[in-house]
């Protein structure tokens, strides 16, 4: 092998080797080695695709051979069109495309900032592509056009670098963070694939896979200490059916491929077909635009620490084996050192071996991609299309659920006529989205509802638990009507472009000159306005019952905003911007209206970090409703009424919020939890008049650790009898109730499942409760009828306060937006007065 000994390696640049024992190297470092690389040889081409949430840059490295860079607007040319066989002119033409052009490989590293091995790896690799000679990297680089993005998440490695680093020598070495590696989203950041919420998952989208749109998608990741050293595809079933059947088939191969790879290197403990499904699009992106994505999963350390194991000590879990020689894990691991440098060598080898299937079968990966696209333009299975009509409850969500759709290159189309659909007529205007398209796979899973396959160890025996939700229906989170087209269609269309919101505006709603303005309580927009409002001192009441405006039906949460003077012109800006309608009436309504302050929020923030707060955080900053973040401490020094109007408890598990880390894992001001001090500060808080909001788990700490007058009807359920994991089910609202106001009737919520509690309520008001018959919308639920009649919402008196409880994820990933309107009405109410 020869080796170009003119550019650094990463030792000479880090001063260090990669990998070695208590040693990680940062963000920077990392950038300016790669900048290092693109300047040094023209094999690198380094692109910034923009800055992270915190600012830092992201970048993507793309390696192949100098006249390949020296040509890739032609080769990100030919991709486009093979993804989209429509621009070809015939098979000849297609053939010619196939022979000219390369495997696209992408490889996303460390997206979870705790799994520092890729990430430390990406140099190694970066550099002996730059520099070799040898056969291996030189039929990569003739063959593949490598796309390497180094860190998907470079603020999370700057904060787990510097909790590491302060860390080190101390008895706490190597523990996990005790905040969440993510600005907002922790762990879930590679959740968040269908929705595209996240500024890292937007530029990964856009300028990576909608921009190249590659064959394949290589994921980096690491799991738990004590299992098996690398797992790697075939995943289990399920597989969600709208993957194309050549890509269920490749993944196989592949990851089949790289074992054996590994395996044949001396690799013990690699593992295949274990743990993980693909059914959630939401880790999944590639898999409905043409290319695979393939995870590996290997054994972590702590953070750079190295551990020891006795081969005794490892542990079985969700069906990975350590121990077993099996057909999908043929050499075993016996234990011993493990260390940051094992993880690297370990995913080093893993990547080489996917760029060497890709280079070794070029022709296939293309020939199939392109195969796959031409399936999709054609297909024919219904249903045919999708239909979005304009008059919608909240037009502004269902404005959101199109850019979705659009930023994941979906065509969208307008009726430009009036048509008929499976025997009815719809309006010109109706949105359309046919699934005979390059993308109709993701149209058809983020629209549809597919049912999720019920499987079980055995007949009659406990679940196989889902990796992750069940089910992910976006009309059924968002609270779109959508209506499913079976017949192929008919209709006079133009295509459809961004913007998709209404536009906002001001009407005249009563009679006389504007003396108040009303805005309706439907959408969740109308919330953003009122808290730029509130936040401009502008005087915000809510109607408690209907009442009379001039002349105008004024409905029970309807905001009426005082006008006269700055005002009025300040209230046409926020319409506009926020899209919604505001109507201006000749006086203001008369009859009970409750005033509006903006309310004084504290949001609990355990040291044992959960995604659910850090999402609260993300949707309240999205929205401009201010609060203030409460630790334990926080919390135990009391004296919380004098502060807050309303606390937020969201989910987690009853025993880290009470309990904390221990004491022997975390030193003292990160350990304990709220405890009984805690527990008692948050009881006063609400019996001196202010509101506990809790959901989910944090449900379940509140009703045990305030002795409410609620029972969870599920609590010691097992699984035989009641089993569901993130479904969407029906939920009946008492929209009279000012935590209901604006919802409909028929709601839909997220129901984790994960011991997720239903209510037996004795005092207080059940604002939402189950059907008396099943009320699985999609998703698994089994035992439906244990919910029959139960309360899904509940608001319960305590002193001069209340607790709200909501046994579902109100706020879901930023997902379960048709039920945000339920967490701000409880906000609202908590600073309302007469």
Request: hydrophobic letters at 40%.
């Amino acid at each position: 092998m020869t080796q170009d000994s003119s550019i650094p390696t990463p030792r000479d640049h880090l001063g260090f080797e990669v990998g070695a024992d208590r040693k990680l190297a940062d963000w920077p470092e990392i950038v300016d080695y790669f900048e290092m690389l693109a300047k040094s040889s023209d094999r690198v081409q380094l692109s910034e695709l923009g800055k992270s949430t915190e600012g830092a840059p992201l970048i993507m490295a793309t390696i192949s051979a100098p006249e390949t860079i020296a040509s890739l607007d032609r080769y990100r040319d030919i991709q486009a069109k093979l993804a989209d066989p429509r621009t070809i002119a015939d098979g000849d033409e297609a053939e010619s495309l196939i022979a000219e052009g390369k495997t696209v490989v992408l490889v996303t590293c460390s997206i979870h900032a705790t799994e520092v091995g890729a990430t430390q790896m990406s140099m190694l690799v970066g550099h002996r592509l730059a520099t070799s000679d040898d056969e291996t990297v030189r039929e990569i680089l003739d063959n593949v056009i490598f796309l390497l993005v180094p860190c998907l998440n470079p603020d999370g490695l700057t904060m787990v670098k510097d909790w590491y680093d302060s860390t080190l020598g101390t008895y706490y070495e190597g523990a996990n963070p005790p905040f969440l590696y993510n600005t907002y989203t922790g762990h879930d950041n590679n959740r968040d694939w269908f929705m595209f919420t996240q500024a890292e998952t937007r530029l990964a989208v856009e300028h990576c896979h909608n921009a190249w749109h590659p064959q394949i998608v290589f994921d980096m990741h690491q799991t738990r200490q004590d299992g098996m050293r690398l797992i790697l595809p075939p995943f289990i079933d399920p597989i969600d059916p709208n993957v194309h059947p050549i890509l269920q088939a490749n993944i196989a191969m592949m990851g089949s491929a790289m074992a054996a790879e590994l395996t044949g290197q001396g690799k013990a403990g690699v593992g295949i077909n274990v743990t993980y499904d693909i059914y959630s699009p939401s880790r999944a992106y590639q898999h409905y635009h043409g290319g695979v994505r393939i995870l590996s999963e290997a054994a972590s350390v702590r953070l750079a620490t190295p551990v020891d194991f006795d081969v005794s000590e490892l542990t079985v879990a969700r069906g990975a084996d350590p121990f077993q020689r099996v057909w999908n894990h043929p050499m075993p691991w016996q234990g011993g050192r493990w260390s940051l440098r094992d993880i690297v060598d370990y995913d080093d080898a893993a990547v080489m071996a996917c760029l060497s299937n890709a280079a070794r079968y070029r022709d296939r990966w293309l020939r199939g991609f392109h195969a796959i696209g031409a399936d999709a333009v054609a297909e024919q299975r219904g249903p045919a299309a999708y239909l979005v009509p304009q008059s919608q409850r909240d037009p502004v969500t269902a404005a959101e659920m199109l850019e979705i759709l659009d930023f994941a290159a979906v065509e969208l189309e307008e009726a430009t006529e009036d048509f008929v659909a499976d025997g009815v007529t719809y309006p010109a205007g109706t949105r359309l989205v046919r699934l005979a398209q390059p993308y109709g796979a993701f149209a058809r899973t983020m629209l549809g509802n597919d049912p999720y396959p019920e499987l079980r160890h055995y007949e009659g025996g406990p679940p196989v638990q889902p990796y992750d939700n069940t089910a992910h229906s976006l009309p059924l989170q968002m609270g779109v009507d959508v209506v499913e087209v079976q017949e192929p269609l008919d209709a006079e269309t133009k295509p459809l472009a961004a913007p998709f919101r209404p536009k906002g505006r001001v009407t005249k709603g009563g009679k006389g000159k504007a003396a108040a303005y009303v805005l309706g309580c439907e959408s969740n927009a109308a919330y953003k306005a009122v808290f730029r409002l509130l936040a401009d001192k502008v005087p915000v009441s809510r109607a408690t019952e209907t009442l009379d405006a001039n002349g105008m039906r004024v409905a029970p949460g309807a905001f009426v905003i005082k006008g006269g003077g700055k005002r009025d012109a300040l209230v046409a800006k926020i319409a506009k911007a926020e899209s919604v309608t505001v109507a201006s009436v000749g006086a203001a309504p008369k009859g009970p209206l409750s005033k509006l302050t903006t309310p004084r929020v504290g949001l609990y923030k355990s040291h044992v970090a959960t995604a659910e707060e850090g999402w609260a955080r993300f949707v309240f900053d999205d929205y401009g409703l201010p609060y203030e973040t409460l630790l334990d401490a926080d919390v135990r020094q009391g004296d919380l009424r004098d502060r807050f109007d309303v606390i937020l408890l969201p989910h987690q598990k009853p025993e880290e919020i009470h309990d904390g880390h221990s004491a022997q894992d975390y030193p003292h001001a990160l350990s304990g939890g709220l405890g009984e001090g805690g527990a008692k500060a948050l009881r006063a808080f609400v019996e001196d008049g202010g509101t506990l909001i809790a959901w989910d788990g944090a449900a379940q700490y509140a009703m045990r650790h305030l002795d409410l007058r609620v029972q969870d009807a599920l609590d010691g359920m097992p699984d035989s009898e009641f089993y569901a994991r993130g479904s969407l089910l029906r939920v009946l609202m008492d929209t009279r109730h000012p935590i209901a106001y604006g919802m409909p009737e028929r709601s839909v919520v997220l129901f984790s499942g994960q011991n997720a509690p239903a209510f037996d309520v004795s005092a207080g008001d059940a604002v939402g409760v189950y059907p008396p018959h099943d009320p699985l919308l999609s998703g698994w639920l089994t035992g439906p009828e244990k919910l029959f009649g139960k309360a899904a919402l509940a608001s319960v008196p305590v002193g001069a306060g209340r607790v709200v409880l909501m046994g579902f994820r109100v706020h879901f990933r930023a997902q379960a937006r048709g039920t945000y309107k339920l967490l701000f009405n409880a906000i609202l109410q908590a600073a309302a007065s007469p």
